[in-house]
């Protein structure tokens, strides 16, 4: 239980592994997902990364106990880690999304070059409603990705939104039946190996060069906001009312 490991030749699959609790992400989970980016960044055996989760959930996001409980408290904390792993990450990464990617599960998908959503996938970014604000650079990349307003309206409202709304948004590369999601980007994962590995390394690079700085900066800005929020009423509130399996109330908030 925890973040699975698969290797497939030269192709890294990084899998959520903690159902009964929809994958919901932990600190140990987020330190072992970082780990592992960084070992596979130097492994020369190592040349594309593919996040998987069930077929039933991709990942239900922070694990609202776990970040009431231990809230992130700089930047060397496992979460920041691994989103600054994702940013920096060199090699190509891949995501094969069904079912529930929340939060989290939808903002690293900003940081891919590949990703596939099953028919049955649905993402929402939640963060205004949890009293916090946006990570992983999502209010800079999304708003650029889909557009201002449709950005914030996925980012203000924390709406669900389907796999085909995701698609249209140019967040997702091909939509499949569920059961076909994970060996199709297994698959392209396993075309990329195949590439010379230079050009591949360069092409990503010389993408992301004129906003890496920003993306940085914009995570850093956007970790400190998230960190601080994470301690004031609002939050407390939404997660506590989570918790407590009832509607929060932020009539005083
Ligand atoms: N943190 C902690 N526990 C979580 C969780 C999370 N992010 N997501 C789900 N769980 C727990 C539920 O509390 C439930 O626990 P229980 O069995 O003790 O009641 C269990 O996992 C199953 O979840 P449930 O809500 O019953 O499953 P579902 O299929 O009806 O819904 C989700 C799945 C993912 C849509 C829903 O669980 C959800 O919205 N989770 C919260 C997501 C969230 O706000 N994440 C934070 C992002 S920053």
Same mark, same amino acid.
Request: glycine share 6%; net charge negative; with cysteine.
């Given at each position: 239980m925890g973040i699975g490991r698969e290797r497939e030749g030269a192709v890294l699959v990084l899998r959520f592994e903690r159902l009964d609790r929809k994958n919901a992400l932990t600190a140990?989970?987020?330190? #072992?997902?970082a780990d592992a980016l960084e070992e596979a960044a130097a492994d020369d055996g190592?040349? *594309?990364? &593919?996040? =998987?989760? #069930?077929? @039933?959930?991709?990942? =239900?996001?922070n694990d609202l106990g776990d970040?009431?409980?231990? $809230? $992130?408290? #700089?930047? #060397? =904390?496992?979460?920041? /880690?691994? %989103?600054?792993?994702?940013? @920096?990450?060199?090699?190509? %990464?891949?995501?094969?999304?069904?079912g !529930?990617?929340?939060? *989290?599960?939808?903002t690293l998908l900003l940081h891919c070059e590949l990703v596939y959503a099953g028919e049955n996938a649905q993402f929402i970014l939640p963060?205004?409603?949890?009293?916090?604000?946006?990570?992983?650079? @999502?209010?800079?990349?999304? $708003?650029?990705? =889909?557009?201002?307003? /449709?950005?914030?309206?996925?980012? %203000?409202?924390?709406?669900?939104f389907s796999a085909l709304e995701a698609y249209e948004m140019g967040l997702v590369n091909r939509? %499949? !039946?569920?059961?076909? &999601?994970?060996?199709?980007?297994?698959? +392209?994962? +396993?075309?990329?190996?195949?590439? !010379?590995?230079? @050009? &591949?390394?360069e092409t990503k690079r010389l993408m992301k060069r004129a906003q890496g700085a920003l993306v940085a900066e914009t995570m850093a800005e956007e970790g400190a906001v998230f960190s601080r929020m994470l301690t004031e009423p609002a939050a407390r509130e939404a997660f506590m009312a989570f918790m407590q399996k009832r509607k929060p109330d932020f009539s005083q908030l």
């Open positions: 140990p989970m987020y330190a #072992d997902l190592t040349r *594309v990364v &593919v996040f =998987a989760g #069930d077929p @039933s959930v991709f990942t =239900a996001g970040f009431l409980a231990n $809230p $992130p408290h #700089d930047e #060397d =904390a496992p979460v920041f /880690r691994f %989103l600054r792993e994702i940013a @920096s990450f060199p090699k190509p %990464l891949v995501a094969a999304v069904c !529930p990617a929340v939060g *989290v599960g939808t963060f205004v409603n949890l009293g916090v604000c946006p990570e992983a650079a @999502s209010t800079l990349l999304l $708003p650029a990705l =889909a557009g201002y307003v /449709r950005a914030a309206e996925k980012l %203000l409202l924390g709406e669900l939509v %499949l !039946p569920p059961d076909e &999601v994970e060996g199709f980007a297994r698959a +392209q994962a +396993q075309k990329l190996a195949a590439k !010379p590995l230079a @050009s &591949v390394l």
